[in-house]
């Protein structure tokens, strides 16, 4: 099977990856932050080192700012229902994941809040001025995508948190598709929530997330329980991350996550970025002279993701990539769990197949995806 | 040895503040807490020398790093 699903969840997982998760079952087995004994305090150790290295690589000043969560999605609801009140009104993007839109629309659906959706431009300048041009006296937060998840496209973080700052607005940024191949700045852009997802291009197991957050204090919580401090209090610890982190927490899942945060390091962000890019231009102008085949988006180096939507005239979407599955290629069909960026690109009724590239591609691969997709497409 | 223990708020903070003493020449151990514990619950802080208790709790108050009591 060759892999290019890579925006779902990447496959294969870095080698010390799996290696680091079977070996913390017998080293890290004991709970971090409940006991007191050897093991447990190594765990704790091993924990907090997970968090030292995403406070590093998000150029975030302080460790105990970083919470896990279960997924991205998790991460996001915790910022959007501990952060919005009663009134309040939140921007989106035209190219959001469910993560975002649902638990706004939601929230909305209930009464709690409004929202407005800025339309993402091909120039990052108008994209600011689509988001600018919807601030109202309510608006509490722009809550958007670094990166679409169905077609590549990035919108412009850095600029948008300026926006945010010059409007005194929060900032929560979805960095699911783009952490560990974009160099995100979390203090340098004035980023109120980070969220991200563990088993993307961070590389590490599922059930993996993180929320970066220096307001994590003032949020209300989605979710009470033990916390292995404060522990005769009945509410809720107000130190970060106790303060959002109930229950025993993922310890092989964040043992996993450390590693392929590690893997990110060593490789470097910009080298990934530029290797994945690599095949995706491959791939993209292969696909871009097959009159059978109709693409939505340019590549832009430096600015496109590694994620490419196409469809096959006259196929649906879920028909290409079953087709492709029978030659051996994982690819994902359908709306991608995006109908915001579906309704963008007039793509609402067939989906599109998506064509998202990892760290383990190579040349060869996107070269035989290509020849297949030019055989079904004739 | 005469010791104490400076309680924090959690192991996250106690981690943290353990690397920050050791930073500054104070060496300190996260020891998990039982004294008051009809107070504050169950808890963690960590144990240095008395003699370093005062020049400890400067340097982790300056770093924005809550201690909740002394014992």
Same mark, same amino acid.
């Given at each position: ?31 971090p932050g409940r =006991?007191g004994?050897?093991? @447990?305090?190594?765990?704790a150790?091993?924990v907090y080192?997970?968090r030292?290295?995403?406070? =590093? ?5 302080e460790v105990e700012n970083v919470v ?10 915790? @910022? ?27 929230? $909305? ?8 959706? $800025? ?95 220096p307001?994590g204090e003032a949020l209300?919580t989605?979710? !009470?329980?033990g916390t292995g401090s404060y522990s005769a209090y009945y509410d809720m610890p107000p130190d970060m991350p106790d303060h959002l982190e109930s ?23 910009? $080298?990934?970025?530029?290797? !994945? ?23 832009? @180096?430096?600015? =496109? ?71 079904? =497409?004739? | 040895?005469?010791?104490?223990v400076i309680r924090l708020t959690s192991v996250t903070y106690s981690i943290r503040a353990q690397k920050l003493l ?6 300190s151990?996260i020891k998990r807490l039982s004294k008051n514990i009809?107070a504050h619950g169950c808890g963690y802080g960590l144990e ?8 400890a709790y400067?340097i982790l108050s300056s770093s924005g790093i809550r201690v909740v009591e002394i014992v």
């Open positions: 099977m060759i892999y290019f699903d890579n925006g779902a969840t990447t496959y294969p997982k870095p080698k010390r990856v799996p290696k680091a998760v079977e070996n913390a079952f017998y080293e890290y087995g004991a709970n =006991s004994h050897e093991m @447990a305090m190594q765990t150790l091993k080192e997970c030292e290295t995403a406070a =590093s690589l998000f150029h975030h000043t896990f969560s279960l997924n991205c999605t998790h991460a996001i609801n915790m @910022a959007l229902k501990g952060t919005l009140r009663w009134g309040d009104h939140v921007i989106i993007s035209d190219l959001e994941h469910n993560s975002v839109l649902r638990p706004v629309h939601c929230m $909305a659906q209930r009464g709690a809040i409004t929202y407005s959706v $800025a339309t993402v431009q091909s120039d990052d300048d108008e994209t600011v001025a689509a988001f600018e041009s919807l601030i109202r006296p309510n608006t509490r937060m722009i809550a958007c995508t670094h990166g679409s998840n169905v077609f590549g496209i990035r919108l412009p973080a850095e600029k948008i948190g300026a926006l945010c700052r010059r409007h005194g607005l929060l900032f929560l940024l979805d960095a699911a598709q783009t952490a560990g191949i974009v160099d995100i700045d979390v203090d340098g852009w004035g980023v109120a929530f980070l969220c991200t997802a563990g088993h993307k291009s961070l590389y590490g197991p599922t059930g993996t997330g993180l929320l970066i957050t307001f209300e989605i979710m !009470e329980g229950g025993t927490v993922n310890t092989m899942g964040i043992v996993g996550l450390l590693e392929g945060m590690r893997f990110v390091e060593e490789k470097g962000v910009d $080298a990934l970025y530029r290797h !994945e890019m690599e095949i995706m231009g491959l791939v993209y102008h292969a696909l871009k002279s097959m009159p059978g085949v109709e693409l939505y988006t340019p590549l832009v @180096a430096g600015k =496109s993701l590694p994620v490419l939507s196409f469809n096959v005239r006259g196929k649906s979407s879920e028909e290409t990539t079953d087709l492709l599955s029978e030659k051996g290629f994982a690819l994902r069909g359908g709306l991608h769990c995006a109908p915001l960026a579906h309704k963008k690109m007039g793509t609402i009724n067939m989906g599109t197949a998506r064509i998202s590239v990892g760290a383990f591609n190579t040349k060869e691969q996107a070269t035989r995806l290509c020849d297949e997709i030019k055989k079904i =497409s004739a | 040895m005469d010791r104490a050791g930073q500054n020449g104070i060496r151990y009809n240095v020398e008395r003699q370093d208790v005062q020049r400067g």
